[in-house]
């Protein structure tokens, strides 16, 4: 069974910067791709970033393009996500979340308990 652990939220001013880490259990495969999604306080949901195991391939949301960055240390089974440049709109609970088949942007097999993001003037 895969578990996820994420962390690394917290409160910063715009313009600062957050690391997030997700620790995986169980066996990873290189087809596999982790990352993060994110809930506003509106309750939308948005796509912010993966990365595939094998190959370190990533995508990220258009919201975020430029200012995140997201890698992997396999032999931890971690991925962490460095958020730069941070702005309200990033005002989220971000979840690491694992998808076995497909694209990050459209499913996801396995999620974290999540980490709160928020980000003030």
């Known amino acids: 069974q895969i578990q996820l652990v994420d962390s690394g939220g917290g409160s910063v001013q715009a313009g600062g910067s957050l690391r997030l880490s997700c620790a995986a259990s169980?066996?990873?495969?290189?087809?596999?791709?982790l990352g993060w999604r994110r809930r506003d306080p509106d309750n939308e949901r948005d796509f912010v970033a993966e990365i595939t195991w094998g190959d370190g391939t990533t995508d990220y949301g258009d919201s975020v393009k430029g200012r995140f960055t997201i890698s992997r240390e396999r032999a931890k089974n971690t991925v962490y996500l460095q958020m730069n440049n941070l702005k309200p709109e990033d005002t989220a609970i971000y979840y690491c979340?694992?998808?076995?088949?497909?694209?990050?942007?459209?499913?996801?097999?396995?999620w974290g308990q999540g980490t709160q993001v928020t980000v003030s003037l």
């Open positions: 169980g066996r990873m495969y290189d087809h596999y791709r």
């Open positions: 979340v694992l998808s076995k088949f497909g694209p990050l942007r459209t499913e996801y097999n396995y």
